[in-house]
């Protein structure tokens, strides 16, 4: 399939490419940027006039909730959302049930994605047997299997001397370590922020210093062990000047935050919107502020969707025994849009975080259109807003604080490895 994409604006931010230029797809690949190869003839033209041309997306945290899961999502469905939402790579974390810690689940689920063909999908296996924080798994075996790092998604270490040993472990074979930073003592039990609305709506608090204590112990651990680590989903201004010393310190350390982190603030929670119950909890203003700026000077590598598909019926109980997450994959793109129009930074700056910079995290010779790269792609209407509603969400899950919203930025087209997986 030849396919030539006219009249569009192109932004690669890797490649320094922000301008009105037709792109050439030939066998999966670019072969023409600006300017169409000798003796090509297009099997398909695609206008994209007023639009714009970017790399598919790279999510760095999207739960496809199998296997295990399947009540409350499937991963035909997910995988219909990534495409829906621009997603053409995504990371998905180990907390499935069975967890991600055995080659045979791993393969599995790679051969699942790979026969549904709607977005790459890069697992994240287990640092520890069953998440539990005790036996380290068999990373090599895993690896092979073709896990890009390894977390233990929202389950601690307690015992600091197996993440050490983690570390070291992985630090010798040049694996990467996914940790969210969270003291489980000091959050145990906590539904919210530590503050003033917590304390308001009656419900348990997690304190800033849940996350600040157990990243300062992986810094530290990391220094010591040389290995390479991605914080996930910062919620604080202490951690973003943590992690700024740790960078400025030449420590090898990488990170990410939800996008719902860059708008939404615990007062959002209001009496008590189950759909804000998420995992860190949303803080104060000063510190989605301090998150913004972390993201737009690049202390923040990428932003994710951390998208956590839950039903229905466990999101209708009191806030407090509420499930925790938010569907983001259909959402990742335009809350990213809106926190640049927001903050007046230019779009690309948006897209880098979402292409080439967590691209480069997981590894990946994608997030970008270079001549030659697979043609994975994200067309997209900056200016159209569509309303956020649970019949335009392809995700089985509908639970998103962003319900009735406008959003701006609609997906046209997604391309995966030059084939149409989504268009509208």
């Known amino acids: 399939m030849k396919i ?3 009249h569009g604006r192109l932004i690669d931010p890797r490649n320094g490419i922000d301008a009105k230029q037709d792109v050439f797809i030939a066998a999966g690949k670019i072969v023409g940027i600006g300017k169409a190869p000798e003796d090509f003839v297009a099997n398909q033209v695609i206008d994209a006039s007023n639009l714009i041309i970017c790399p598919g997306l790279v999510d760095l945290s999207a739960r ?3 296997p295990g899961f399947e009540h409350k999502a499937t991963l035909e469905s997910e995988m219909l959302a990534a495409a829906a939402g621009g ?11 069975p967890v991600l810690d055995e080659p045979g689940l791993v ?7 790979k026969q549904l063909n709607l977005a790459h999908v890069y697992p994240l296996g287990a640092l520890t047997r069953q998440l539990k924080g005790e036996n380290l798994t068999e990373m090599c075996e895993l690896t092979e299997a073709g896990c890009v790092g390894f977390s233990q998604a929202d ?5 600091t001397l197996v993440l050490w040993r983690a570390m070291q472990y992985a630090a010798t074979f040049g694996f990467t370590v996914w940790l969210r930073p969270e003291d489980s003592y000091l959050a145990r039990h906590g539904v919210a922020h530590d503050g003033e609305i917590a304390a308001r709506l009656g419900l348990r608090g997690i304190p800033v210093a849940a996350e600040t204590i157990a990243l300062a112990t992986v810094i530290r651990l990391a ?6 680590i991605h914080v996930c989903r910062l919620s604080s201004e202490e951690s973003v000047a943590m992690i700024r010393e740790a960078k400025n310190a030449g420590l090898p350390i990488t990170c990410d935050v939800a996008a719902n982190h860059l708008h939404l603030t615990e007062h959002d929670i209001g009496f008590f919107d189950a759909n804000c119950h998420l995992r860190p909890p949303l ?4 510190d989605k502020e301090a998150l913004c700026r972390g993201v737009a000077d690049g202390t923040i590598d990428a932003i994710c969707s951390d998208h956590t598909p839950v039903d229905d019926d466990a999101k209708l109980l009191p806030f407090a025994e509420a499930e925790v997450g938010a569907t983001g994959l259909e959402l990742l793109l335009p809350l990213s849009l809106k926190w640049a129009q927001e903050n007046q930074l230019p779009t690309s700056t948006a897209i880098a975080r979402l292409t080439s910079h967590p691209a480069s995290i997981l590894g990946l010779n994608s997030g970008h259109l270079g001549i030659h790269s697979q043609a994975d792609l994200c067309i997209f209407d900056p200016e159209q807003y569509w309303k956020v509603e649970p019949r335009a969400l392809k995700s089985q899950g509908k639970n998103t604080p962003f319900n009735g919203l406008e959003l701006p930025g609609k997906v046209r087209y997604t391309l995966l490895e030059g084939n149409i997986v989504y268009r509208s």
């Open 4 to 6: 030539h994409i006219k």
């Open 64 to 66: 496809l909730r199998e």
């Open 87 to 97: 997603v053409t790579s995504l990371a998905c974390p180990p907390d499935t049930d």
């Open 107 to 113: 393969e599995m689920l790679k051969h699942r994605a």
């Open 155 to 159: 389950s601690p270490i307690t015992d």
């Open 223 to 228: 220094r010591e062990s040389s290995a390479k």
């Open 283 to 286: 803080r104060t203003q000063r």
